[in-house]
C-alpha cells in the first residue's frame, strides 16, 4: 500500500513538474551593438532600415524610456547578465575582467531545467559560464569572416559575414537542442559597432539618400564643459581611412580588415570603396564641406550594416513561426546602448545624454504583452535579469538591484520605477568623456562630473529635449535641482554606490 502511494506521489510531482516546464516561456535575446534608437522604423525612422524589427514591434511592446545604467559594451552586458550596477558587479569599464563565478541569471535558469546559450559578442574578458552552449567572437569580433572561441577554447574562422554567421550557429543550436526543455539563447550581434562595415550585398544601398544634419550638429557645447571636451566629434575625431575606407589616408587601419575578406569580398569592396574615394579625392574638400562629407558616408555605411541584422531578425523570427515556437517564446531585441547619428556633431555613446543613455527595448511575449503596445514607463537594463527569472517561474535573489518588468506586460500602465540611475567611468579612455552620475527622472535630468573635473549639469527634458541648455544655477529651478539632488543621493544610497555618495559631498 506505501509502495503504491508513493509510486502515486512520484507520478503526480513529475506531471507537475513536465506541466511546468512545458508551460515556461522560451526566452530568446538579440543584443546589438550601439543600435540607435532614432534609426529603427518603430521609433519613428522613415530611412526602411528595419522591416523585420518593425514587424517584431507591430505583435509586441515597443518601450520610449529604456535606458542604459552606463553606456559601454562590455559593462553594459555585465549588467544584463547580474541584474546590478557596475560598481557592484564589478565591470566598471571596459579594462576590466568580469568575473563570471558570480551570481548570474543564466546559472539560475540552467538550474531549473532551462537550456542555455550565448552566442556571437561576448566582450567580457572571461569564458562563459552557466551556459549549455556558447560560441563567442574573441574581443569586438570581426565583420568578414569571423574568428570564434568555442566551449573547447580553441579558436576557428567561419566563412561568412559576421552577423549571418552569428545567427547560423544560434539557429543550428536551437535546431539541435533538447525539444522537451524551455531555452534561453542570447544572440550577439557585432552590427552596427564602429567601423560600420556593410555586407557585400548591402554595398551602397543609401548611397540616394542625403540624411538631414541633425538640428544641434554644429553645437557649440555652451555651459557644457564635459562635451566640449569629448574627442568623438564627425569632424575632430572620425577618420578617413579607419573609419571611412579611404585607402589613401595615413591611417587606414580599416584596410587591414580586407586581409580577413576572401577574393571576391575583397574584389566586390574594393569596386565599390575606390569609386568612392576617387570622387572625393576629385572635390579637395575642407572645412564644413569635408565634416558635412564624412557625415553622408557615416550614415550611408550605418545604415548600410543594419540592413544585414534586420534580415537576420527576420531569419530568427520565421524559424520560431516554422517550428511552431512562436506562441511560447518571449523574443527581446535590444541594444547594449544607444548611439550619436550626429547629434552634437557626435558619433559613438558613453554620455548620459539621450542619444546614448536611451537604448531601443522591444519584446514580444504572446498570451502576456498585447500586440501593438507602445510603453512610456521607464525600464533599465539593470531590469532585464529579474524580468527573465520572473517569467521562467524562478525566484529572484535580494541581491538583485533591478525590478522585474512583467507587471508592465500585464498592465501597461503599471509602473515599476520613478527614475533612472546612470554611471560611467572610463576617464581616462577612448573618447575623453569623464565620469559622471546621474539620475533621469520623466522630466528632469541631473548630472555630476566627477573627479577630473568636477561641476553639474540639469535639463528640462519637457522644454529642451536636445539637452543643449543646462539648467544647473539657475535661480527658477533651485527647488527643483534640491530634489533632483535628494533623490539622487537616495539612489546613491539604495544601490550602494559609495563612490557617488563621496563625490555627491562636494556640492
Wanted: glycine content about 6%; proline content about 4%; some cysteine.
Amino acid at each position: 500500500m506505501k509502495k503504491t502511494a508513493f509510486l502515486i506521489i512520484t507520478l503526480v510531482l513529475g506531471l507537475n513538474v513536465f506541466a511546468q516546464q512545458k508551460n515556461r516561456p522560451n526566452i530568446i535575446v538579440i543584443l546589438t551593438d550601439d543600435h540607435a534608437v532614432q534609426s529603427i522604423g518603430a521609433y519613428g525612422s522613415k530611412m526602411g532600415a528595419t522591416p523585420n524589427l518593425d514587424r517584431l514591434a507591430k505583435q509586441g511592446a515597443v518601450f520610449n524610456k529604456a535606458f542604459v545604467a552606463n553606456s559601454i559594451c562590455g559593462p553594459s552586458r555585465a549588467i544584463l547578465l547580474t541584474g546590478k550596477y557596475s560598481h557592484i558587479n564589478g565591470f566598471k569599464d571596459n579594462h576590466d575582467k568580469f568575473d563570471v563565478s558570480q551570481d548570474i541569471f543564466p546559472k539560475r535558469l540552467q538550474a531549473s531545467g532551462f537550456q542555455t546559450a550565448w552566442v556571437g559578442k561576448w566582450h567580457l574578458l572571461s569564458y562563459p559560464q552557466g551556459f549549455d552552449y556558447w560560441n563567442i567572437l574573441p574581443g569586438q569580433g570581426q565583420y568578414y569572416n569571423p574568428s570564434f572561441i568555442s566551449m573547447k577554447g580553441d579558436t576557428s574562422r567561419i566563412e561568412g559575414y559576421g552577423t549571418d554567421v552569428i545567427t547560423d550557429l544560434a539557429l543550428k543550436w536551437l535546431s539541435n537542442r533538447d525539444q522537451a526543455k524551455p531555452f534561453f539563447v542570447v544572440v550577439g550581434e557585432k552590427a552596427p559597432h564602429r567601423t560600420w562595415m556593410p555586407d557585400i550585398q548591402d554595398l551602397g544601398k543609401f548611397d540616394d539618400v542625403t540624411f538631414p544634419l541633425p538640428s544641434n550638429f554644429y553645437d557649440n557645447y555652451d555651459k557644457r564643459l564635459a562635451a566640449a571636451m569629448q574627442d568623438m566629434s564627425v569632424e575632430k575625431t572620425m577618420k578617413l581611412g579607419y573609419d571611412l575606407k579611404m585607402k589613401s589616408d595615413p591611417d587606414n587601419l580599416a584596410q587591414a580588415f580586407l586581409a580577413r575578406m576572401n577574393p571576391v569580398q575583397k574584389q566586390a569592396w574594393s569596386n565599390y570603396y575606390d569609386r568612392i574615394e576617387e570622387d572625393f579625392l576629385t572635390r579637395k574638400l575642407s572645412g564644413r564641406a569635408l565634416t558635412e562629407w564624412k557625415f553622408q558616408r557615416y550614415m550611408r555605411d550605418y545604415y548600410s550594416t543594419t540592413l544585414s541584422l534586420d534580415r537576420n531578425i527576420g531569419r530568427i523570427l520565421d524559424y520560431l513561426d516554422n517550428n511552431n515556437l512562436t506562441k511560447n517564446t518571449m523574443v527581446v531585441y535590444t541594444s547594449d546602448q544607444g548611439f550619436y547619428l550626429g547629434e552634437h556633431g557626435w558619433f559613438d555613446k558613453r554620455f548620459m545624454y539621450e542619444e546614448s543613455m536611451r537604448t531601443p527595448l522591444i519584446i514580444r511575449y504572446p498570451g502576456f504583452i498585447k500586440s501593438g503596445i507602445v510603453s512610456d514607463q521607464m525600464v533599465s537594463n539593470v531590469d532585464f535579469a529579474p524580468t527573465f527569472l520572473d517569467a521562467a517561474g524562478v525566484s529572484i535573489p535580494k541581491e538583485i538591484q533591478g525590478r522585474s518588468m512583467m507587471p508592465l506586460f500585464k498592465n501597461p500602465k503599471a509602473s515599476i520605477r520613478r527614475s533612472a540611475y546612470y554611471h560611467f567611468y572610463e576617464y581616462p579612455g577612448e573618447h575623453s568623456v569623464l565620469k559622471h552620475f546621474g539620475i533621469r527622472t520623466r522630466r528632469y535630468k541631473l548630472i555630476r562630473f566627477y573627479d577630473h573635473r568636477n561641476f553639474w549639469e540639469l535639463y528640462d527634458l519637457q522644454t529642451d529635449p536636445n539637452e543643449m541648455n543646462n539648467l544647473y544655477g539657475e535661480k527658477e529651478y533651485q527647488s527643483i535641482t534640491v530634489d533632483l539632488k535628494k533623490q539622487l543621493r537616495q539612489l546613491c544610497v539604495d544601490n550602494k554606490d559609495i563612490e557617488a555618495l563621496k563625490w555627491l559631498q562636494d556640492n
